[in-house]
């Protein structure tokens, strides 16, 4: 043991440690550290071909949080629905292809919360400035989604994300996230309603004022 440690607890799990927030449901602490620069250098190279762009919901709202993705094919809203589309409405060209390191990670990932084989077709970008939330919601517009778990990795500035149950009445619990840290639901978790508070004030080394989360899928 260090002589110098504080004594007053840590507010969070130390990095390498794994746990199982409910079946199916595992916070890998610090589990993208290691790759965290290379993963936000290849997010500048998706944005460089299809840009951050606010979406607006069926019902007309424009989200805070802004969005791109890369992989075979991209979630989309507008008017019409959200969706997932096969060529960049913005662009009219196809989606950036994923990076091999994001396919990587996070097969990398599955594996350590129990998911084999895990090959998603899709990554989103969602990238969060101070005051940005994402409001309580399910993620049901994937074809295939009681099968393969959702993975997602969290760079940049801190969120505390809202874990819910499967009503949306059903109280959460709020589980800080860190830059490095990366989540995996899967299973029994994976209808959870789910949500992000807005992002606090504050200055990352890597993205300044800024969060980006990366979530894998497999849409189809
Ligand atoms: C729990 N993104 O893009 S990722 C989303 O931090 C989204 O940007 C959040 O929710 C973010 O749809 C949270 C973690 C996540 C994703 C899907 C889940 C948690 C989940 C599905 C079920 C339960
Ligand atoms: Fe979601």
Redesign the pocket.
Known sequence: MHANLPLFASPLPATGTREELAPG?WVLRGFALDVAETLLAEIERVAAASPFRHLVTPGGQKMSVAMTNCGEVGWFSDRRGYRYTETDPLTGKPWPALPASFAKLARDAARAAGFDDYAPDVC?I?RYEVGTR?TLHQ?HDERDRRAAP?V?V?LGLP?T?L?GGLARKEPQRRIPLVHGDV?A?GGP????Y?G?LPIKDGEHALTGSRRY?L?FRVAR
């Open positions: 449901a989103l969602n994402l993620d959702i997602s969290s969120a994300f874990f989540v639901w978790s994976r209808m959870r789910h992000v989360n979530t």
